[in-house]
């Protein structure tokens, strides 16, 4: 086990000083930037004589393209380097179970780093990370760990075996790379899987098209395609998708540009609305985490000192008795996966959840998802629960279809709704709604088909109408989303989309309150949504329609309140002031400040406190109310 510490390291971390910092009190803070200077000098040097501390810090910073001298010359006499533990209750890197780990703090005035720090066993290190010589993610030893994930998932893995679940369906078309026996091919296949009876393995590719346009099937060129496409003539990603899915023994691959003809209506709008069982039966999803088009490629080369763990030991004071710790950075996920440029897309959201498992090729390791597990070359027997931010362990997991069936799917899911099942899974429609409402997708219109396969899942437990992204049996609870801008622009699609009481029908982020209507103030008299494809009922729609029964709160006057907020202000029946809070989801125009605003109180919901929600109309032409 690599346990190296410089004296300044090994000091700082046997020491008993709550919060404390590196080195005395004197490096807190400098006389002038020279000082800070003379001691990352020092840094640097015990990093490359070896201290795993230090490495760790300056490769982290390296990996982000910030030299630490430069950081400290911009602040000038402000300069200042922290190196500090935080932790509950514990001084000295000792902690029970049940609390947080304690983390290390670096700062180099106002950039941070922070480093999870890990309690192993001795002979932990021989298992974890990236050996100094492997220099790519397509390399052997990645490769044998990644078939070693596969293996254990087929084989141990219940939740995650649902492989032929499908019975004899097949996607439309596959491309056929030959038996896993033959050589790497030098040509593929388009197959057409309309006469096969059988249901067969395959991986799906998950991409980003970017700004390159990818090899594409088209009307012009299916037969050429059927008769054979020469490897080399396509883009990178490709390729090392076709090497990897022969690397895994499988016969079969789906891509998208080149499993459904692009310039044909038709076929298209055929092939998105079977995204669910394309993407769960395939037997791996192939991500390309590190590519921003078909060019990049999955494998990615990595410098010998990529950042690993590292790991250390401390001999507490004054038994003396020694402990061993994995220094983690905690922003390699979300940074590495959970973030990349591949993740952002709307589409790419979906097959992420509905595929059974998703080996993500990032820029410096492989990271592993399956319902059951979530493993990286760091972390490659899972990581641990904690050490993900909250809003990643509340994000479900790859599987949806399987988590739907028993109910599991996320913890916002409030435990308070545990034997409601209707509105537990809508609480999980809306936390999917709020994340998916923050992806990019480069067509407008494709902000349902991009969630069709989800909602076909979801319409499997719910038994309900699919209504433009809501559902008719919770629509009370449907219509109380918020427009959530932040810094995106707040504006509708120049061509229809959705209904305006769709959150679909906004191109910005949405929000729904964590709550549920338990008083209705209105009644649903009608609702509807025209699918815009015959035998298409969760892709795009042509109209939608809303009739509600309830009581308007007439001649609000609207003032801003802060940020993309408005207050809404009114008398009500019995001249009792009436305040709320709304955010248009669409600028306001200057017209809309006056009075011919109304208030329809949907209900009131179950929150940390009682509370009402509703909606703010305005006049339109499709608008119409009459007075009972």
């Given amino acids: 086990?690599?346990?190296?510490?410089?004296g300044d390291c090994r000091d700082f971390l046997q020491s008993n000083h709550h919060d404390g910092y590196y080195g005395d009190e004197s490096w807190r803070r400098f006389k002038d930037s020279q000082d800070c200077e003379r001691l990352i000098s020092r840094v640097i040097q015990t990093a490359d004589m070896g201290c795993s501390v230090c490495e760790t810090v300056v490769c982290k910073f390296r990996s982000l393209k910030s030299d630490l001298l430069a950081v400290a010359q911009r602040n000038g006499e402000s300069a200042t380097f922290r190196l500090q533990i935080e932790e509950y209750y514990n001084t000295n890197l000792?902690?029970?179970?049940?609390?947080?780990?304690?983390?290390?703090?670096?700062?180099?005035?106002?950039?941070?780093i922070k480093f999870r720090l890990w309690r192993v066993s001795k002979s932990h290190e021989a298992d974890c990370g990236v050996n100094d010589d492997d220099r790519s993610t397509g390399s052997e030893s990645s490769f044998l760990r990644a078939e070693e994930w596969l293996r254990?998932?087929?084989?141990?893995?219940?939740?995650?075996?649902?492989?032929?679940?499908?019975?004899?369906?097949?996607?439309?078309?596959l491309l056929d790379i030959g038996p896993a026996r033959n050589p790497?091919?030098?040509?593929?296949?388009?197959?057409?899987?309309?006469?096969?009876?059988?249901?067969?393995?395959?991986?799906?590719?998950?991409?980003?098209?970017?700004?390159?346009?990818?090899?594409?099937?088209?009307?012009?060129?299916?037969?050429?395609r059927m008769d054979g496409i020469s490897v080399d003539a396509l883009p990178k990603t490709f390729q090392d998708a076709i090497y990897a899915t022969r690397r895994f023994g499988i016969q079969y691959l789906w891509?998208?540009?080149?499993?459904?003809?692009?310039?044909?209506?038709?076929?298209?709008?055929?092939?998105?609305?079977?995204?669910?069982?394309?993407?769960?039966?395939?037997?791996?999803?192939?991500?390309?985490?590190?590519?921003?088009?078909?060019?990049?490629?999955?494998?990615q080369s990595r410098p010998p000192s990529y950042l690993g763990s590292r790991f250390i030991s401390v001999e507490s004071i004054p038994d003396g008795f020694k402990s061993y710790y994995q220094i983690w950075d905690q922003s390699v996920w979300p940074a590495g996966f959970e973030f990349a440029k591949l993740n952002t897309r709307a589409w790419v959201m979906q097959e992420r959840l509905l595929s059974p498992r998703t080996l993500g090729f990032a820029k410096a390791q492989l990271f592993w998802e399956c319902r059951c597990n979530r493993s990286s070359e760091e972390f490659p027997f899972g990581y641990p629960s904690e050490l993900f931010e909250r809003r990643q362990r509340d994000f479900p997991q790859p599987g949806i279809q399987d988590k739907l069936k028993t109910h599991s799917l996320s913890h916002h899911a409030d435990s308070r709704f545990e034997h409601d099942h209707t509105r537990r899974l809508s609480l999980v429609w809306h936390n999917l709604v709020m994340h998916y409402s923050r992806k990019e997708m480069a067509y407008e219109q494709d902000k349902l088909p991009a969630i069709s396969g989800?909602?076909?899942?979801?319409?499997?437990?719910?038994?309900?109408?699919?209504?433009?992204?809501?559902?008719?049996s919770t629509l009370l609870s449907d219509l109380l989303w918020r427009a959530n801008p932040g810094d995106s622009a707040m504006n509708r699609p120049l061509e229809y989309r959705a209904p305006s009481w769709s959150w679909a029908s906004v191109n910005c982020p949405?929000?729904?309150?964590?709550?549920?209507?338990?008083?209705?103030?209105?009644?649903?008299?009608?609702?509807?949504?025209?699918?815009?494809?015959?035998?298409?009922?969760?892709?795009?729609?042509?109209?939608?329609?809303?009739?509600?029964?309830?009581?308007?709160?007439?001649?609000?006057?609207?003032?801003?309140?802060?940020?993309?907020?408005?207050?809404?202000q009114a008398r009500g029946s019995e001249g009792h002031p009436i305040a709320a809070e709304c955010t248009p989801d669409q600028p306001l125009r200057p017209a809309d400040t006056q009075p011919e605003i109304f208030c329809l109180p949907v209900g009131s919901y179950i929150d940390i406190s009682r509370a009402y929600g509703g909606d703010t109309l305005a006049p339109a032409a499709q608008f119409s109310w009459k007075t009972t």
């Fill in 1 to 6: 086990m690599d346990i190296s510490l410089c």
């Fill in 184 to 224: 790497f091919p030098t040509t593929i296949k388009l197959r057409q899987t309309d006469s096969w009876q059988r249901s067969v393995h395959y991986t799906t590719l998950s991409h980003c098209w970017g700004s390159v346009q990818p090899f594409r099937l088209l009307r012009s060129n299916l037969r050429e």
């Fill in 454 to 472: 989800l909602a076909s899942l979801f319409a499997q437990q719910l038994g309900t109408a699919y209504l433009a992204g809501l559902w008719r």
């Fill in 255 to 299: 891509i998208d540009s080149l499993c459904i003809i692009q310039d044909s209506k038709e076929d298209w709008n055929a092939e998105s609305s079977l995204m669910a069982q394309v993407y769960s039966g395939c037997v791996l999803n192939l991500a390309a985490a590190s590519s921003n088009d078909c060019t990049g490629g999955l494998f």
């Fill in 94 to 112: 000792q902690w029970q179970e049940d609390i947080d780990r304690p983390f290390l703090r670096v700062s180099i005035s106002q950039e941070e």
């Fill in 510 to 568: 949405v929000k729904y309150l964590p709550g549920w209507i338990v008083s209705p103030e209105v009644t649903v008299i009608e609702a509807e949504a025209q699918p815009g494809v015959e035998r298409s009922q969760f892709g795009r729609v042509s109209d939608g329609c809303i009739r509600l029964s309830g009581k308007l709160i007439h001649n609000m006057t609207v003032a801003p309140y802060h940020g993309h907020s408005y207050a809404l």
């Fill in 152 to 173: 254990k998932c087929m084989h141990n893995h219940d939740n995650c075996n649902t492989v032929g679940a499908l019975g004899d369906w097949a996607p439309s078309r």
